[in-house]
């Protein structure tokens, strides 16, 4: 038969009131670092922020007027391509954000 020991009761009260004021304190010993947060704004290439040129029209005929016309429509197509390219520039961002 096993015998009644008081002071094996109140010992295991104070190890489990031990172990409970280390786990309360151990993580206050930790030192957390600083977090620096910076702010990156990203700007598309400056080649897609370059102005379009508009061709100045030095003509009298109407062949000159249709020439004219080629000229304006070249270079309509490259700004087009140039706003293509901010877009695309924007999405690429945007979803690499995203991940």
């Given at each position: 038969?096993?015998?009644f020991n008081p002071l094996r009761k109140f010992w295991?009260?104070?190890n489990v009131a031990a172990l409970l004021c280390l786990v309360v304190?151990?993580?206050s010993c930790a030192?957390?670092?600083?977090v620096e947060y910076r702010t990156v704004?990203?700007?598309p290439p400056a080649a897609l922020l370059?102005?379009?040129p508009i061709p100045a029209?030095?003509?009298s005929t109407f062949g000159e007027t249709v020439e004219y016309a080629l000229l304006l429509k070249q270079e309509l197509?490259?700004?087009?391509?140039?706003?293509?390219?901010v877009r695309e520039y924007v999405k690429a961002r945007e979803s690499a954000v995203e991940n």
């Open positions: 038969m096993r015998k295991k009260a104070i304190l151990l993580p030192s957390k670092p600083d704004t990203l700007m370059a102005p379009c029209f030095y003509g197509r490259l700004c087009a391509n140039k706003v293509d390219g």
